[in-house]
């Protein structure tokens, strides 16, 4: 299985701490044990690097660029047909253009499900949205 996982998912797991930080440490644990992979889009990527290289804290950007680097995580592309969906999506849904590119791309890619915290997105219904548990 190919699950998408939002950047706030990966936020959580390796910049945050309480609650949310151990949900996500669970659930990302979780996928791995089951040998799903993770797909993430090069819009994760900027989301998760901005604050460690606005601050400066290379060894914040050094877990995410690590986490983004290993064998099981997938990058998958925001092609034009990426943008074509996302567009829609948008519109359709009143997603915000993240929210929306994230999806696309997920949907693109063949991902099985999307993996994220925010409960609006479980109105989207061309992939699972799983909200972070």
Known sequence: MLVYSD????????DHTGPLHGRAVGR????????????????????CRMKPIRLGNAAALAL??????????RLVPI????????????ATHKFTLADSLHLAAAVEAGCDRFLTNDHRLSAFTD???????
């Open 64 to 73: 995410f660029d690590g986490f983004f680097a290993q064998p099981d995580v």
């Open 28 to 47: 990302m644990s979780a996928l791995r044990t089951a040998g799903e992979l993770v797909a993430v889009s090069d819009l994760t990527r900027l989301e």
């Open 127 to 133: 992939i699972a949205v799983e909200v972070l548990p």
């Open 7 to 14: 950047s706030v998912i990966l936020i959580y797991f390796f």
């Open 79 to 90: 092609t034009t047909a990426v943008f074509e969906r996302a567009t829609v999506i948008g």
